[in-house]
């Protein structure tokens, strides 16, 4: 009789389970595809085969790719709106050449939808961005967050030293990425075609001359070179000798909470050096350089007088008014640049143009992440001195925590444990921040 009972109860369990699952079934709505043709051009012709086409759904971080042939290249996706790359590089006379180009679609089912994704050429730099962490982090107790801890790092990507010295430190504007850019006219940067953009409220400079050895980083700190682990754990150590820092209160830059004398172990010499050319709106007013810590544009540029530069009133556009000018950077100066997105936001817009960045990486301020470049798998794999020793399985993206806009290195290798190991990194520089970068659950400087 028991063992009837037993029966009986497995019998209704499934009943249940099988009725459980076909509500789920009929609740579950239809995905719809679309069909998408991407033609690949360059000067109103088709690009020759074996560009790289990827689509980005602007929602999630889900991705498509597929190789151009005969000019295009086709995909079948879930309707919606998506970020369109285009991507191939070349090598000629000892210089890696780039093609860039981008576009943005909004995607319907019931017909094939074209776009067309026009290249523009660039030339790759042995001195890339490494990471670029100005998010801040949360405080320990979980009142708020702090974000007086700001660094970059410049990496040499090559293996012959690089002389950074005239290296200088910017940011485009509008200093947000969601912010109304008075640039963007019809949907297109109005400098884009004069040979120039616009760098916002002062440049930064080194003092001294730097040399950068081959596979091998320099740390700056935008804010505070001290230890802030000491107050917030989650924070990072800026406060090491070889460290340089953005700490000028003769420019102006004198809000002292994120600019507090810089620890005694930094030499003066590593100190950077600045002209605000927008002045304090008071004599009180107290100046921190502005980089936003949600969605910058950041770059970097070689000059060997940007002091001069920064004060030529010729230079200056005032498009923001007569109190805010910015600075026409010519294109030819940029060496690198990152174009970040704030997340969860659907009015991010671009600010450097294709030949600079034509995509861009999200962002999540105030939880500790970071924007870290990803790994050239293939040249740093060829490199016979890595042989044993590269770090593979990489687990630190973002994408389990941060569905909307978390990304992770698809080349699975664990680039700072590489390093530790011994291994010579090449980071990936496709002038394409939505390929070369991803967020990072945590400063390298945290490893």
């Known amino acids: 009789m028991e063992k009837m009972k037993n029966i009986l109860y497995i019998i209704m369990f499934a009943a249940v389970s099988l009725t459980a699952a076909s509500c789920d079934d009929r609740n579950m709505a239809p995905v719809s595809f679309a069909d998408v043709r991407v033609n690949v051009m360059i000067d109103g012709q088709p690009f020759p085969d074996n560009a790289t086409v990827t689509l980005r759904a602007q929602h999630h971080s889900t991705t498509y790719s597929d190789v151009s042939r005969g000019g295009f290249a086709r995909f079948s996706v879930p309707v919606g709106q998506y ?35 026009d290249l523009v050429v660039s030339r790759s730099s042995q001195l890339v961005i490494k990471e670029l962490y100005v998010g801040g982090c949360q405080t320990d107790d979980g009142s708020g967050a702090f974000s007086n801890d700001k660094y970059v790092i410049l990496y040499n990507n090559g293996d012959t030293e690089f002389d950074a010295s005239d290296i200088c430190f910017a940011f485009i504007a509008p200093e947000n990425s969601n912010s109304t850019s008075r640039y963007l006219v019809n949907g297109e940067l109005s400098y884009a075609a004069e040979g120039w953009i616009p760098a916002m409220y002062a440049i930064w400079w080194f003092e001294t001359d730097v040399v950068i050895p081959p596979y091998s980083q320099i740390v700056v700190a935008i804010y505070g070179a001290v230890n802030h ?177 978390g990304t992770t290195d698809p080349s699975g290798i664990d680039a700072e444990a590489s390093i530790a190991n011994g291994a010579h990194i090449i980071y990936q520089d496709t002038n394409n921040s939505s390929n070369d970068f991803h967020l990072r659950a945590k400063a390298s400087l945290r490893y």
């Not at 070349?90 to 180009?101: K, V």
């Not at 936003?292 to 200056?316: A, L, M, V």
């Open 83 to 117: 970020n369109i790359s285009a991507f191939s590089r070349e090598s000629a006379d000892d210089e890696i050449i780039i093609y860039n180009g981008s576009a943005s679609v909004v995607l319907t089912s019931g017909q094939e939808n074209s776009v067309e994704v």
């Open 229 to 405: 682990t000491g107050t917030y754990s989650n924070s990072v150590d800026l406060s090491k000798a070889e460290y340089y820092v953005m700490y000028d209160y003769e420019a102006g830059f004198n809000n002292a909470n994120a600019y507090p004398a810089p620890s005694a172990n930094i030499p003066s010499s590593h100190y950077l050096q600045s002209y605000l050319y927008v002045p304090p709106t008071s004599a009180t007013a107290r100046f921190a350089w502005p980089i936003s810590n949600s969605g910058p544009g950041f770059f970097i540029i070689n000059c060997p007088d940007i002091e001069t530069e920064t004060q030529n009133r010729s230079r200056y556009d005032y498009i923001y008014g007569s109190g805010r000018p910015t600075v026409m950077i010519p294109n030819d100066w940029v060496v690198d640049a990152v174009e970040v997105f704030r997340s969860d936001y659907d009015n991010n817009n671009k600010r450097f143009p294709s030949t600079m960045d034509a995509g861009f990486v999200y962002h999540r301020n105030q939880h500790g992440y970071t924007l870290y470049r990803n790994v050239d798998q293939a040249s740093t794999e060829a490199l016979p001195e890595n042989e044993g020793k590269l770090v593979y399985g990489y687990s630190g993206g973002t994408t389990d925590i941060e569905p909307s806009c």
